[in-house]
């Protein structure tokens, strides 16, 4: 297979953006505990989400709004339905929360695809 991940470093396509994680364990008395980890900064390529993408992936009263896909190298979660909260996106000033997050092993990068959060 071909490795495409050069692609998303390269200066004259990547952008740097930042991801805000969050972490969580069990505090000694036994209750969950979330907790923010500093934000991660990345380099990739982000780009306006393809609407057949978001129409597989979203539930019908969500396909409308600002989606966009992230390429990258690095890991970015999606929730996992087990405590793992999805990533958000910082980019342009911007919020997007992680939707879905795949990763092409064989081409060696992940990708990933986000909704953008509305700021109250």
């Known amino acids: 297979m071909i490795d495409v991940s050069e692609l998303f470093t390269d200066p004259d396509f990547a952008q740097t953006f930042a991801v ?33 993408d978001v129409v597989q992936i979203a539930p019908e009263g969500e396909r409308t709004g600002n989606w966009i896909a992230i390429y990258c190298t690095q890991e970015i979660r999606a929730s996992d339905g087990k405590g793992q909260q999805s990533d958000i996106i910082v980019w342009h000033g911007n919020q997007y929360r992680i939707a879905q997050s795949r990763k092409w092993q064989d081409h060696g990068y992940w990708q990933a695809l986000a909704r953008g959060i509305q700021n109250a």
């Open 20 to 52: 805000i994680r969050f972490a969580g364990g069990f505090a000694s008395e036994g209750e969950y505990a979330q907790a923010q980890v500093p934000p991660i900064a990345m380099v990739g390529v982000i780009q306006p989400a393809n609407q057949d």
